[in-house]
């Protein structure tokens, strides 16, 4: 039993970075129905950023987390740029190229990275231990939950934020249909810029808490950044809240199969997850069904 | 078709702000020539889809507190003359020519940037956002607005079109093909915009909802807003404009008060059935 219970609160604290990144996956496919691929590359950099920050520069690390956010930021508006802003004059309903030139991104940040800074794992200290020295809770240390608190946060701030205000309100209506957005006056390449923007954030703060988890290297995201897709499917690509619920079931699913004796198939247990939420609900657990009466 | 030969049309005297004069009288009154300022001016405009010419050269002006009627066939390049206008831009699209909206050269300006002119386009086929709530649709209109009483113009709004108000927080796509058309108008007037653009109102609605929203119209006009309609239902645009133009196949091949169109042969003929 105490075993199921740390499994659970595991896979919960784990799945506080599939929602980061979840949320980011989502908010894209809202504004322009692609799906970004370099989301988990750009997790990567904001680790690397707060990892140069923070320990070869030795800077305090609430500087450090504002840089690796910004510089994650620049890089999704730079992925937006170079990946998509060029194919955006093309019919919107052939989105595959786009998608594969998100993919080249990743590619490219991957190997990118590996030239650069060579293939080295890097430890992060996480700046909590200052705070709750070596205590656990349930055997399981502060920084863990400290992902899943700002995970949560994250989200249902956004959820409030883009529930309650005109930003929001435009952001739906961009994700609806462009010309008529632009029609009321909603800057839709701005609401594009912004989701990008916002989804290059959500990652840095995703490379920041996941640093001391994991070891910072140029492949970190790859695994990350397709788990989180599948969160985002399986909760419901384009709902904030979906994409809550599924990085929170992905994180779980994952950590029950490690558990219990799965071992080495923890991470296909996350895509049969994805079959079987597929199957069952095709919109994922929480997306919803568009209303439209002609 | 009777309604055609019901010759009885409101008359509208000197406006005055606020006073809705609607008279059924037997003959139409001599209009006062429109006296206001030129809100949209039109030179020479020439629209092409890849090699395909849509609009051959057209010209045309709308005037403070006018309603001015383009009428024409399906494919005549009206719907293209209206998003050409407030700026949507398109596939394949480039235009040549001159658009003027109060004084502003637009022609190569973003839509977002001209709906924030003052210009409210009501498109075809209403593009109301159905996953939001009614409120949140004229909210979204006034989306440009920074000023305080939107909420007061969201109540103005309900108290012109009760349904709005009884289903405040429905989804819009709930509402039916006249409601939405009435959210439609309504999300437009959030706006609170000089001139008002509506693309075809009246398609795909049952005669009967097409009447009311041809009163909307008409009410509007008598508030002294300004508008520009396009219609494929000549009789009905044409009762209420002040002047009009014909659209055929990208040129306009007449133009006139709306009362000589609705009278001249050519017109009756193709436009109107008789």
């Known amino acids: 039993m105490a075993r199921l219970l740390q499994s659970v609160i595991t896979g919960l604290t784990n799945g506080g970075v599939y929602v980061l990144i979840a949320l980011a996956f989502s908010i894209i496919y809202m504004t322009t129905r692609t799906i970004?691929?370099?989301?988990?590359?750009?997790?990567?950099?904001?680790?690397?950023?707060?990892?140069?920050?923070?320990?070869?520069?030795?800077?305090?690390?609430?500087?450090?987390?504002?840089?690796?956010?910004?510089?994650?930021?620049?890089?999704?508006?730079?992925?937006?740029?170079?990946?998509?802003?060029?194919?955006?004059?093309?019919?919107?309903?052939?989105?595959?190229?786009?998608?594969?030139?998100?993919?080249?991104?990743?590619?490219?940040?991957?190997?990118?990275?590996?030239?650069?800074?060579?293939?080295?794992?890097?430890?992060?200290?996480?700046?909590?231990?200052?705070?709750?020295?070596?205590?656990?809770?349930?055997?399981?240390?502060?920084?863990?939950?400290?992902?899943?608190?700002?995970?949560?946060?994250?989200?249902?701030?956004?959820?409030?934020?883009?529930?309650?205000?005109?930003?929001?309100?435009?952001?739906?209506?961009?994700?609806?249909?462009?010309?008529?957005?632009?029609?009321?006056?909603?800057?839709?390449?701005?609401?594009?810029?912004?989701?990008?923007?916002?989804?290059?954030?959500?990652?840095?703060?995703?490379?920041?808490?996941?640093?001391?988890?994991?070891?910072?290297?140029?492949?970190?995201?790859?695994?990350?950044?397709?788990?989180?897709?599948?969160?985002a499917v399986v909760g419901g690509i384009g709902s904030t809240r979906g994409a809550l619920v599924g990085g929170l079931t992905i994180g779980v699913v994952e950590q029950l199969a490690r558990a219990y004796g799965a071992g080495e198939w923890a991470e296909a247990a996350v895509f049969v997850a994805l079959i079987l939420i597929l199957v069952l609900r095709p919109t994922g657990i929480l997306g919803e069904a568009l209303i439209e009466k002609v | 078709m009777p309604e055609q030969r019901r010759r009885a049309v409101p008359v509208r005297g000197p406006r005055s702000p606020g006073v809705a004069p609607r008279r059924e009288v037997a003959e139409r009154a001599p209009r006062p020539p429109p006296a206001g300022d030129t809100i949209i001016k039109v030179e020479d405009l020439r629209v092409f889809y890849g090699a395909v010419q849509v609009l051959k050269g057209i010209n045309f002006e709308v005037r403070e507190g006018e309603v001015v009627a383009i009428i024409g066939s399906n494919g005549a390049g009206k719907t293209t003359t209206l998003k050409t206008v407030s700026g949507v831009s398109e596939?394949?699209?480039?235009?040549?020519?001159?658009?003027?909206?109060?004084?502003?050269?637009?022609?190569?300006?973003?839509?977002?940037?001209?709906?924030?002119?003052?210009?409210?386009?009501?498109?075809?086929?209403?593009?109301?956002?159905?996953?939001?709530?009614?409120?949140?649709n004229l909210l979204l209109g006034a989306f440009g607005r920074k000023d305080s009483e939107v909420d007061k113009d969201i109540d103005e709004q309900c108290r012109r079109f009760p349904i709005l108000g009884e289903r405040r927080m429905q989804p819009g796509g709930l509402l039916s093909g006249g409601e939405q058309?009435?959210?439609?108008?309504?999300?437009?007037?959030?706006?609170?915009?000089?001139?008002?653009?509506?693309?075809?109102?009246?398609?795909?609605?049952?005669?009967?909802?097409?009447?009311?929203?041809?009163?909307?119209?008409?009410?509007?006009?008598?508030?002294?807003?300004?508008?520009?309609?396009?219609?494929?239902?000549?009789?009905?645009?044409?009762?209420?404009?002040?002047?009009?133009?014909?659209?055929?196949?990208?040129?306009?091949?007449?133009?006139?008060?709306?009362?000589?169109?609705l009278e001249n042969p050519r017109i009756k003929e193709a436009y109107l059935g008789a």
């Open chain 2, 91 to 136: 596939l394949l699209k480039s235009v040549r020519g001159k658009v003027t909206i109060l004084g502003n050269r637009v022609e190569s300006w973003p839509a977002h940037r001209i709906a924030r002119l003052g210009v409210a386009h009501v498109p075809e086929g209403r593009k109301i956002f159905p996953n939001q709530s009614v409120r949140d």
């Open chain 1, 36 to 231: 970004n691929f370099a989301q988990g590359e750009i997790l990567m950099v904001g680790s690397f950023i707060y990892f140069g920050t923070a320990v070869t520069l030795g800077l305090p690390w609430p500087v450090a987390l504002i840089m690796a956010a910004a510089g994650a930021m620049v890089t999704g508006l730079v992925v937006y740029l170079l990946a998509l802003a060029p194919l955006g004059k093309f019919d919107p309903n052939t989105n595959i190229g786009w998608i594969l030139t998100t993919l080249a991104m990743s590619l490219m940040l991957v190997e990118g990275f590996r030239i650069v800074v060579g293939e080295d794992q890097h430890r992060v200290p996480t700046p909590f231990r200052s705070v709750f020295g070596r205590t656990t809770i349930l055997d399981i240390e502060p920084k863990q939950y400290v992902v899943l608190i700002v995970g949560v946060g994250l989200a249902l701030g956004l959820e409030i934020l883009h529930d309650r205000t005109q930003l929001g309100r435009a952001l739906r209506a961009t994700a609806h249909d462009k010309a008529t957005a632009s029609l009321l006056g909603i800057n839709t390449t701005a609401m594009v810029l912004y989701s990008f923007g916002l989804a290059g954030v959500l990652a840095g703060i995703g490379g920041w808490l996941l640093g001391p988890l994991i070891f910072v290297s140029s492949n970190m995201g790859t695994l990350i950044g397709l788990k989180s897709f599948v969160a």
């Open chain 2, 181 to 261: 058309q009435m959210l439609a108008v309504a999300r437009a007037l959030m706006s609170r915009p000089k001139v008002i653009l509506f693309d075809e109102p009246s398609m795909g609605l049952a005669p009967l909802i097409v009447k009311q929203i041809f009163d909307i119209v008409r009410q509007l006009h008598e508030e002294g807003r300004t508008i520009l309609l396009v219609e494929q239902m000549a009789f009905q645009a044409l009762e209420i404009a002040d002047r009009a133009y014909v659209l055929e196949n990208g040129t306009i091949t007449l133009e006139g008060t709306g009362r000589e169109l």
